[in-house]
């Protein structure tokens, strides 16, 4: 081990054992021994020289038993060779002040053969002593991987914001950070480290990972002596909150309608609950160390203290946070938002003169017009109309911007004519911003010019990019600074909707833009109308469809119109138009009008769900079999129904009990227009609640539904084959392997832990406690309803007790302490705590919690108790008197029942207890107890007519057992 230059510390000395062999076997040779005693003076090791780095064999051999042998020798006894062996372990970091460094001894040739190699004397008054070093944790991590940190009550929550399973697996070291609990979130890992007097935390970047550490008073340095540690994979850098001035800040930047928390290196958003309070908490990480901010309010949310990155409680259901380059974004998306920010600035005074118009080059003229201004802009081109990678290559600046004007206003002109897709493929090749809000210079053609393209032509490109499909080159109208402007709300919340964004916000702000959309010109207004009136009949709340106003007569809005009266105030007359319009000569119309119609039926109780499902599935056979393809000319505002159908077709079979089926038809499907993401993941929960607390296994009971329902979802588009085979039944456990498997594809929020907590149950009571502990891990941190959450805590002790973790068990025990809590939880924890007093060794205690329980539940964990004691007559005692309460008289005997009756017996037997043997058999009466039930029971009969038995876990062993071989645990 290489050590730092200058320091010296004494020679560590290994091979004890030796030592006294030596001793034992070489009292004839004085002479030499003495000869090697008269150099132990003249001798120093230098840590870092040449003796530093022998090998360990060497330095293990036959010389180095000298220093025993002589301590041994003269008296110094056990203290001193002890302090040799603490000497030898203890790190070479830093050495009591030395006398001498006298030079080292040669080598001498002993008569035996053996060689005095040369050793080291005590050199100091004390042991070495190590550096002080802080407590810490360390995380590997990708430098790509972001982090924050903050406090909840007793513990330090740390979030990665990503799936990290190496945090599963660190190593524990005896220090403050080992009492913790890492649990799986979507895309995401928390850390629970109990901590309950709040250290002052750092937390440094190193090149291998992150390092929390607790800076202890009086040693601010602590935590740098760790930068250079082997975890650490070499140097590092990092602070605490304001440790180091070169540490860069968050900051808190308020623009119109909305917040900016600008950071250097910006992370995830991860949406959670808090542990305790139960608020809903985003969670902003950061790829670097930086300041965090100081706390604050304001109406709807506050900013939270936090040890790194940014947290936000938000109070109000309109706040929503996103984030962007510079930084996450808070805003409040509602038809009367809550204050967040500046003011927001009003829209434009007149439509025709907004930004909108300005940048995608709109204008108040006939359609024939607009396209001839389209062509003569094309043909204008020239060379300009060419490939810009080519074209563009080895131009003068001038000359660049001068092309890339040209295809702008061409691009300008065909947007406005009606004619995006032909816009993009003029922009496709715009060289974009590294930046997020338009100041950043781009690279024109090989000429870098700052502040272009801006504004306008980056919202020209990312409109064109929308109504073309191309999902990612319209991502800045998503987050970019010019996007949040009033005039550009339309456009925003077009992107929402085409992305499969939440249906709640989206239709917010296409509400805000409807009046925009009206005055469009024609050919703008042709692709977006429909779809976006569609979109609010369907999903818009009553403020959002008050906007529509008096739909035009034409028949393509026929269906957003009877949507309209369906969800408002006229269901009945939107029944028979439903009914009229499923005769429509447009298959298509008829076909979503069928859809609407099983759907009105269904949630107004006139059919069931096995109904609906056998007609949901007959028009998603006819869909796919057509081809289900979008219309090529985006004008017609037709868009792909199929995954909308699949939606309800899925809801409708969990809800008929067909829970399996309706995961495959949910399967590989993602948010789209017609399928937002909200509406996918309500019906996930549908689909999961069926399949977590449903029946074992509905589909064989009820059989294959007619009409070939589970073959229309699996056929390939313009199949007409048969329908394949149903899938075969699915006992139990793999319907909660199903379950489990498809938990992340529902966001994490309270119902979620309603539907893990649920999952919890059902694996434990299948014995499987090692699933189920992560499974309640989560469900605790995703809850927010404090009784809950100790209901779901007690589980969680009991499975961990079952999978023999008593520390977690003990952490989940002192967070379900509440008060008043229900009497059946109560004394589930205080079984629970008897089971951990009995793992600990407590029996006395374990037996003293339930002293007074004569309850079932009580009685049942008293006997376990004494049998895994092996106090067979008080188990005796304990379980008789269950079994007195619990076992009829007369009838047959239930599983249970049986079970317990062989419990008993096993006692009774172990005990010696003949006369509780024979009440046992006459009670029980010749009933049925199983066959092998019945063939063990009778064992045990004969087994106690012999002598006793000692039994282990209910298996009954002869005395003779040999119990020297202990259980692993």
Known sequence: MGLAHGVHCPRVLTGVGRAGRYHKTQAGNVADTRQADNRVNQQAGACGGQGARMSGPVARGAGATAAPARQVRTGLGRAMLLGTMLAGLA???????????????????????????????????????????????????????????????????????????????????????????????????LLRIYLPDHPHIAVLRQKAGWLLCAVQPG?????????????????????????????????????????????????RVVTLPDPATGGRLFVATTRQ?????????????????????????????????????????????????????????????????????????????????????????????????????????????????????????????????????????????????????????????????????????????ACAALLSGDMAGAAPLASADWAFGPDMVLWRGAYFMLSGAGSVPTSVLLARGYARLEQYPAPVRAGLMLRVTQYLAQFGGPDERAVLGSLPDDPVYSLARIMVQARGTEPESARVALENLTASGNDRMADMARAELV???????????????????????????????????????????????RLVYAQALARSGQAVRAAGVLSGLGASELAPQDKLDAAWRTVLFALVFG?????????????????????????????????????????????????????????????????????????????????????????????????????????????NQRPLALRALERSA????PEDLAARRRYDEARLAAAS???????????????????????????????????????GRLASRTLPEQGELSPPQRDLVIRLATDAAAAGDMETLHSLRAWVAGRALGAERQARFAALLRQAQKGPVVSLGGYGLPSTFDKSVKDPK
């Open 599 to 645: 759907g009105f039926l269904l949630a107004h109780d006139q059919i069931g769900p096995d109904m609906a499902a056998q007609a949901y599935a007959q028009i998603l056979a006819a869909q796919v079999a057509e081809g289900s393809r979008v219309a090529p000319n985006a004008q017609q505002g037709e868009v792909n129904i199929v995954p909308a159908l």
């Open 219 to 267: 040693h601010p340095d602590g935590c740098g002596a760790r930068v250079g540690s082997p975890a650490g994979n070499g140097g590092g850098h990092g602070a605490s909150a304001g440790a180091h001035p070169a540490t860069p800040a968050v900051q808190m930047v308020p623009l119109p309608a909305r917040i900016l928390f600008a950071q250097s290196q910006p992370g």
């Open 695 to 803: 029946p074992p296994h509905a589909d064989a009971a009820q059989g294959t539904p007619p009409h070939g329902s589970h073959g229309a979802v699996g056929r390939k588009r313009g199949g007409r084959g048969a329908v394949p085979n149903v899938p075969p039944a699915t006992d139990r456990a793999q319907q909660l392997a199903l379950a489990r498997a498809s938990m992340g594809l529902v966001p994490d929020d309270p119902l979620k832990a309603k539907l893990l907590a649920g999952l919890g149950r059902q694996l434990m009571a299948m014995g499987q406690f090692g699933q189920a502990i992560p499974v309640l891990q989560q469900a605790d941190v995703l809850a927010i309803e404090p009784l809950m959450r100790a209901d779901i805590e007690e589980q969680l002790a009991q499975a961990a007790l079952q999978g």
């Open 289 to 461: 160390v930086e300041t965090p901010l100081q706390p604050r309010s304001a109406v709807g949310y506050a900013v939270r203290p936090a040890v790194l990155g940014v947290v936000v409680a938000a109070d109000s259901a309109q706040l929503f946070m996103q984030p962007t380059p510079s930084g996450p974004v808070l805003e409040a998306i509602a038809g009367q938002p809550v204050p967040v920010g500046l003011p927001a600035p009003p829209p434009s005074a007149s439509v025709r003169q907004g930004q909108d118009w300005f940048w995608l080059g709109l204008r108040d003229e006939p359609t024939p017009m607009l396209l001839q201004k389209w062509r003569k802009a094309r043909d204008s081109l020239g060379q300009a109309a060419g490939d810009p990678a080519t074209v563009l290559a080895g131009q003068p600046e001038a000359v660049v911007i001068t092309m890339w004007a040209m295809r702008v206003a061409a691009a300008q002109a065909a947007f406005a004519a009606g004619y995006p897709q032909q816009a993009w493929e003029l922009l496709r090749a715009l060289p974009e911003h590294s930046g997020h809000d338009g100041s950043s210079a781009a690279d024109v053609g090989g000429v870098v010019r700052g502040g272009w393209p801006g504004p306008g032509v980056q919202a020209l490109r």
């Open 841 to 879: 060794g407590n029996r006395e205690g374990a037996q003293a919690l339930l002293a007074e329980d004569e309850s079932d539940a009580g009685l049942s964990v008293r006997g376990a108790l004494y049998e895994q004691d092996q106090q067979w007559a008080q188990a005796v005692l304990v379980v």
């Open 91 to 189: 790190p070479c970091v830093q050495a009591a002040p030395l006398r001498a460094t006298p030079p080292a001894v040669q080598d001498v040739p002993r008569s035996d053969g053996l060689h005095a190699l040369p050793v080291t004397s005590v050199q100091a008054d004390a042991l070495p002593r190590v550096a002080d070093v802080a407590p810490g944790l360390f995380l590997p991590a990708e430098s790509t991987t972001g982090l924050a940190a903050f406090w909840s009550g007793p513990e330090l929550m740390v979030v990665v914001d990503r799936a990290l399973p190496a945090l599963f697996h660190l190593p524990g070291e005896g220090g403050m950070f080992d009492r913790r609990e890492s649990v799986a979130l979507n895309g995401a890992t």
């Open 818 to 821: 509440l008060a008043d809590l």
